[in-house]
């Protein structure tokens, strides 16, 4: 599937150039990719390496592949999944206020070289106002989803029987792998002599990844119980290589405006792969 995608980009960037400048040779064009799925908030940053353009490569003709002229870079984090429960367990008559819930955090990546420093920082959060939370309504104990610590690694569906509010004493904050909101991009042209140095030779491009972590509740000193499902995201990385009868950076700049929406939409429809 990535090889079809690579191949779709590629006939992407050469119909437009020939469209952006009838009178010029098609550029050539190499891309890489890599994808880190399933990557949990807080956890230990991590690098995601991008193989460099070769100079030294020769062309189907024998010819050598020559100077990279420019370079695309797409970067994109997508907040994935969890949760923050609270449950109220109190038998009596006390009721909880919930004054605030919330769960998120701040993905970033970064390269120093290259002036990569992107961060995106998704917050969901409930109530807006004030919430009461009923007493327990599992007393008797027939009810085998509440009062409970569920094992985290269960399905979503199951997870939800945990975090019903039609409960009435539970109060939960989602973040769903369908969510659009949580999705976020990062793309941007390099046609700099120093730059492009930086994307040639025979070894990797990285670019540091991180998240911190940032959830919780107030209740007002009250007591209650409160469960969570380790927050998760994914990070895609692609690079597109222009070289040999690329035109001036004023045409990349056309090539990028064009290119960058569409592989947005292509690379995104790639998130349900990774649900």
């Known amino acids: 599937m990535l090889t079809v995608l690579r191949l779709s980009l590629l006939g ?43 100079p030294d490569g020769i062309l189907p003709n024998g010819d050598p592949v020559g100077e990279l002229q ?13 949760r923050l429960v609270l449950d109220n367990e109190n ?3 006390l009721l909880v206020t919930v004054r605030k819930l919330w769960i ?7 390269n120093e070289d290259l002036n990569v420093h992107y961060e ?13 939370l009923a007493k327990d309504v599992n007393i008797d104990g027939t009810d085998l989803h509440d009062g409970q610590w569920p094992d985290t690694g269960l399905g979503d569906a199951v997870l ?16 769903r792998p369908d969510d659009p909101l949580y999705s976020f991009e990062y793309t941007h042209t390099y046609t ?27 209740v007002g000193g009250q007591d209650v119980n409160a469960w969570s499902v380790p927050l998760t995201f994914d990070i895609e990385a692609q690079v597109i290589y222009l070289y040999a009868g690329v035109p001036e950076p004023a045409s990349m700049g ?11 939409r292509r690379l995104r429809k790639r998130k349900t792969r990774l649900s």
């Open 160 to 175: 939800d029987l945990y975090s019903d509010p039609a409960d009435h004493d539970k109060l939960a904050v989602i973040i």
């Open 104 to 110: 998120g955090g701040t993905l970033g990546v970064v």
């Open 91 to 93: 038998e009596g008559e």
């Open 192 to 218: 700099t002599a120093a730059d492009l140095a930086i994307f040639t030779g025979t070894g990797e491009v990285s670019f540091e990844y991180g998240s911190l972590l940032e959830q919780g509740y107030d």
């Open 254 to 264: 056309l090539l990028a405006a064009a290119f960058v929406p569409v592989l947005a």
């Open 12 to 54: 992407l960037v050469v119909a437009v150039f020939s469209l952006a400048s009838p009178c010029q040779a098609a550029p050539a064009v190499e891309s890489d990719a890599n994808t880190f799925g399933d990557l949990e908030v807080g956890a230990p940053s991590g690098i995601i390496a991008l193989d460099q353009f070769n």
């Open 120 to 132: 995106a920082s998704p917050l969901k959060q409930v109530p807006e106002n004030t919430v009461i």
């Open 70 to 82: 420019g370079v695309l870079l797409y970067l994109r984090v997508h907040l994935k999944r969890g």
